[in-house]
């Protein structure tokens, strides 16, 4: 649908949690300047007994809570009731699970440009299959790793989404050079001092000259990737300018430990 207002949900037995991504930094600015809209339900809020339970022991057996279905799917319904009264009629549902594929900027830039879309954070040992067989679209991964719940990575996804919005950055440039939206780490940065304790901005970056710093910064950016996440490489078709960048310091660095 491209940029148009992003209207992203959220399930969650913890909504006060999501103020921390919404107070500061640039998505509460993309919020101020109605860039996206954040809309939180409670599924504590559709239990009907007095302790609003959300969780039940596991069948068969074994360690942990599970998250219910029925107050799961209810919520759910609820939050697309109100995604459907800002014009979102079929948001995305995604389930944040250690289980799920693994996000990467690519996809992040896909999400950024839905007109809705709904990430539900489980808890405990996580959720009923059943809820997730009726009503997920995908599970997602943010990294080989468990937290406590889906709250984090779903704040993740909502900023990584949102500066992607044009207006959320002061600089669009930013965004094009972050790292994997080329497929590639991003290269150094620095800033004042020149020198500090003898430690230097290297010479190129101070040439004033932008092709220049235009190929020290990718050949710095291949540099990093070969060294770092080589298998980001593997994946790259590079073209010759990069190829050569990228032999260079390669060859170089092989000087260096004759």
């Given at each position: 649908?491209?940029?148009?207002?992003?209207?992203?949900?959220?399930?969650s037995i913890f909504p006060e949690m999501f103020d921390a991504v919404i107070?500061?930094?640039?998505?509460?600015?993309?919020?101020?300047?109605?860039?996206?809209?954040?809309?939180?339900?409670?599924?504590?809020?559709?239990?009907?007994?007095?302790?609003?339970?959300?969780?039940?022991?596991?069948?068969?057996?074994?360690?942990?809570?599970?998250?219910?279905?029925?107050?799961?799917?209810?919520?759910?319904?609820?939050?697309?009731?109100?995604?459907?009264?800002?014009?979102?009629?079929?948001?995305?549902?995604?389930?944040?699970?250690?289980?799920?594929?693994?996000?990467?900027?690519?996809?992040?830039?896909?999400?950024?440009?839905?007109?809705?879309?709904?990430?539900?954070?489980?808890?405990?040992?996580?959720?009923?299959?059943?809820?997730?067989?009726?009503?997920?679209?995908?599970?997602?991964?943010?990294?080989?790793?468990?937290?406590?719940?889906?709250?984090?990575?779903?704040?993740?996804?909502?900023?990584?989404?949102?500066?992607?919005?044009?207006?959320?950055?002061?600089?669009?440039?930013?965004?094009?050079?972050?790292?994997?939206?080329?497929?590639?780490l991003d290269c150094p940065h620095y800033?004042?001092?020149?020198?500090?304790?003898?430690?230097?901005?290297?010479?190129?970056?101070?040439?004033?000259?932008?092709?220049?710093?235009?190929?020290?910064?990718?050949?710095?950016?291949?540099?990093?990737?070969?060294?770092?996440?080589?298998?980001?490489?593997?994946?790259?078709?590079?073209?010759?300018?990069?190829?050569?960048?990228?032999?260079?310091?390669?060859?170089?660095?092989?000087?260096?430990?004759?």
């Amino acid at each position: 649908m491209g940029f148009g207002l992003l209207i992203i949900g959220v399930l969650s037995i913890f909504p006060e949690m999501f103020d921390a991504v919404i107070s500061c930094g640039v998505v509460a600015r993309a919020e101020s300047n109605n860039l996206f809209k954040l809309i939180i339900v409670n599924p504590r809020d559709f239990t009907e007994d007095n302790y609003r339970r959300i969780d039940d022991k596991t069948f068969g057996g074994g360690a942990g809570m599970v998250m219910k279905i029925e107050p799961l799917e209810l919520a759910l319904n609820d939050l697309k009731v109100k995604l459907l009264n800002h014009g979102v009629e079929n948001p995305l549902v995604v389930y944040l699970s250690p289980q799920g594929k693994p996000i990467k900027q690519s996809y992040i830039n896909e999400l950024a440009n839905l007109s809705g879309i709904i990430l539900i954070c489980g808890r405990y040992e996580g959720i009923d299959e059943r809820f997730i067989e009726r009503n997920v679209d995908v599970e997602l991964s943010v990294g080989d790793f468990v937290v406590s719940g889906g709250e984090l990575p779903a704040m993740l996804v909502i900023d990584s989404m949102v500066r992607q919005i044009p207006g959320t950055m002061n600089s669009l440039e930013s965004v094009v050079n972050d790292s994997f939206m080329n497929g590639l780490l991003d290269c150094p940065h620095y800033t004042t001092p020149r020198d500090y304790k003898g430690s230097q901005v290297p010479q190129e970056l101070l040439s004033g000259n932008h092709k220049v710093i235009e190929e020290w910064r990718l050949q710095q950016s291949l540099w990093r990737t070969y060294l770092r996440r080589p298998e980001l490489l593997a994946d790259k078709q590079l073209n010759k300018i990069q190829s050569r960048l990228l032999n260079e310091m390669i060859s170089r660095n092989k000087m260096k430990e004759i």
